[in-house]
């Protein structure tokens, strides 16, 4: 195992000479203020267990979670082949093939009857629609099933703000789930972001001790019966300030996504943020995006780096990532 010192004015600027000497793979062992010629400094120890990769060498990767996203990047370039494969008769067919559900489809053209030129000038006009383009609120609440990214989400976002200027705050309800605290408290260590704690029934209370702030950016437990809409319409009911935001996978199946959107339905849902961006392999699923009654996207998470894999929704971008690798050619030649 390798360890290194590295010494810098601020936090973010430690970080950085970690990431830059030991690679995106470095797990940080301790932070600490240190005086060095009469000024404060922040000392940070890093280690990795491995030699960081020569200049031009592609960093390893290493961990069962990132074998995990390479199985499931690998699933959908399969599916994506399988697609490219296949007879097809008509464009609606060809792009059902591809994952995008009938559902949409049906929305775009009543009958399914339609070009690849009708559904393209559909596309870029409604794609305008699916984009949050309004003021952020001053409390931020990310919600959503487990694993999906939360946490780190709302972390990159409070990165965001605070290099803007902005005081940001950090709220946490999930006090539960084994980690939990130690990882957001890492995060808002090497942030320097002040971290409260607080159970779902207490969130009223607790809002008010942070009310000096410019943004507060709450953490919750996992959608579940012991976290359900029940809590999150409590929470939004707490303070008119409250904005409800729900953390979805862009990779994620549409039917999941219709099933878990007919519970939340009923709740104050702002706006979307995507996450695993960079684990899609066809933009086909993605278009449970125009389901009916769903929000607008706001913010996009591409990779694990905090804060850099981090950015506002785009018509243009979300288009991109619509028609990523899908297929739009209506013959077929045997």
């Known amino acids: 195992m390798k ?20 690679g995106e793979e470095a797990v940080i062992l301790s932070t600490r203020r240190v005086k060095e ?9 890093a280690a990795v267990d491995f030699d960081p990769p020569e200049p031009g060498l592609p960093p390893r990767r290493e961990g069962f979670s990132l074998v995990l ?4 990047e690998l ?21 059902v093939h591809q994952g995008v559900p009938p559902l949409v489809l049906k929305n775009f053209s009543g009958n399914g009857d339609f070009n690849k030129e009708g559904f393209l000038k559909q596309l ?7 984009v949050d383009t309004a003021k952020l609120a001053k409390v931020v609440v990310y919600f959503g099933p487990a694993g999906v990214g939360k946490t780190t989400s709302l972390v990159k976002l409070a990165a965001r ?3 803007n200027g902005h005081k940001v705050a950090l709220l946490s309800l999930d006090t539960v789930r084994v980690g939990a605290k130690e990882q957001i408290s890492r995060f808002a260590e ?7 704690f607080s159970r779902p029934e207490e969130f009223g209370p607790a809002l008010k001790g942070l009310a000096t702030w410019d943004y507060v950016l709450v953490d919750t437990p996992a959608l579940s019966p012991s976290f359900s809409e029940k809590n999150l319409r409590e929470l939004a009911e707490a303070s008119p ?14 039917q999941n996504v219709f099933s878990l959107w007919q519970r939340l339905k009923v709740l104050p849902v702002a706006s979307l943020v995507l996450t695993h961006v960079e684990a899609m392999g066809c933009g086909g699923p993605l278009f449970w995006l125009f389901l009916p009654g769903l929000p607008p996207v706001r913010f996009l998470s591409t990779g694990d780096r905090v804060p850099e894999d981090f950015e506002q929704a785009t018509p243009k971008r979300l288009m991109g990532l619509l028609l990523h690798n899908l297929e739009m050619e209506e013959s077929y030649v045997v």
């Open 161 to 163: 703000l605070r290099f």
């Open 37 to 45: 010629g009469g000024k404060w400094l922040y000392e940070m120890t």
């Open 69 to 72: 996203r390479e199985l499931e």
């Open 124 to 130: 870029k006009a409604r794609v305008t629609q699916r």
């Open 190 to 196: 090497l942030l320097d972001l002040p971290l409260r």
């Open 241 to 254: 300030r409250v904005s409800l935001n729900l953390v979805l996978r862009a990779c994620e199946a549409p």
């Open 75 to 95: 699933k959908s370039l399969l599916k994506g082949l399988e697609a490219s494969m296949a007879p097809r008769s008509t464009f609606f067919e060809l792009l």
């Open 3 to 22: 360890v290194q010192k590295f010494r810098a004015r601020t936090s973010m600027e430690a970080l950085a000479k970690v990431k830059e000497a030991l």
